[in-house]
């Protein structure tokens, strides 16, 4: 069984979010964007839309790009990249 669930349309109110504790689910993923989490919110987590611009892979070789202050800023929570 996942042990995730995602709250699909978003739509999230504090009887939803006991009802997918109480089946098992360790978290949850709502839509709010951010890159900063709290323990506290495990079942309200929030997510990062990483685009092509913020992307840390040459996909050709496989190997991460050096270099990408986009990425780095918005992993640390400070803005979007370039």
């Given amino acids: 069984m996942p042990d995730s669930y995602s709250y699909v349309g978003g739509g999230v109110d504090a009887t939803l979010r006991r009802l997918v504790a109480e089946a098992g689910y360790t978290t ?3 839509i709010r964007r951010g890159s900063v989490q709290d323990g506290s919110q495990r079942f309200l987590l ?3 839309r990483v685009g092509s611009r913020l992307d840390v892979r040459n996909v050709v070789r496989g190997t991460l790009v050096p270099g990408l202050p986009g990425f780095t800023r918005l992993m640390a929570g400070t803005g979007a990249g370039p």
Avoid: G
């Fill in 28 to 30: 949850a993923r709502s």
């Fill in 46 to 48: 929030r997510v990062l």
